[in-house]
């Protein structure tokens, strides 16, 4: 009989100790789930505009200032290594993911790297821009073509998100050369920005 009593003594002790760890793990993961929001990291890509201008070749497309809010930029990468290249990253206000790309490298090599499987629908007219559409299941596109450098506005998002990125785009010229005091052409200055 005393050994009767002290199993359940055991077991009674032991179920009361898994209902408080159990009770502790359900009120730390309740306090977790309401209290983290996504928290997206956001990076500051202004700084790089003038660095591509420097740079390449051809003027430098950039999202102006006065972007709706929700747009989140996440990355900036920038590639001067070979063909002049910059890709913005952006979370959108839909929750979906967006990115800018421009290049002075072959289109077609530029397409390949950044629509994935989508293929041409159309076009999509932004402002008094034509822009190829360019979709699949799950990635589309925005491409226009110019002389020099090649614009993809691509992601995840839908077409509706791509058209306000790319209507909130300004085109900064290609920076004039100073003349120095004997003739020679010193460094590229800033020069003003002008609206796409």
Do not use: C
């Not at 821009?129 to 110019?146: C, I, K």
Request: glycine letters at 6%; aromatic letters at 6%.
């Amino acid at each position: 009989m005393s050994s009767y009593s002290r199993a359940n003594a055991t077991f009674k002790n032991y179920a009361i100790s898994l209902g408080v760890v159990v009770a502790i793990i359900l009120v730390m993961a309740f306090v977790v789930s309401t209290r983290s929001g996504e928290r997206i990291p956001e990076v500051q890509f202004r700084p790089d505009i003038e660095v591509l201008r420097s740079s390449a070749g051809y003027p430098v497309t950039a999202p102006d200032e006065n972007l709706p809010e929700g747009w989140t930029p996440t990355s900036s990468t920038l590639d001067l290594s070979g063909p002049v290249e910059w890709t913005v990253g952006f979370a959108t206000p839909k929750d979906s993911h967006a990115r800018l790309v421009q290049s002075d490298d072959d289109p077609d090599t530029v397409l390949r790297d950044t629509v994935k499987d989508a293929e041409p629908v159309g076009t999509v007219m932004v402002g008094d821009r034509e822009w190829e559409h360019l979709e699949s299941e799950d990635w589309g596109a925005l491409v226009l073509r110019e002389e020099g450098r090649t614009l993809v506005v691509a992601g995840s998002a839908g077409v509706d998100e791509f058209a306000e990125l790319a209507e909130h785009l300004e085109t900064f010229p290609v920076p004039e050369p100073e003349a120095t005091e004997d003739g020679d052409e010193a460094e590229p200055s800033e020069a003003a920005d002008t609206d796409s």
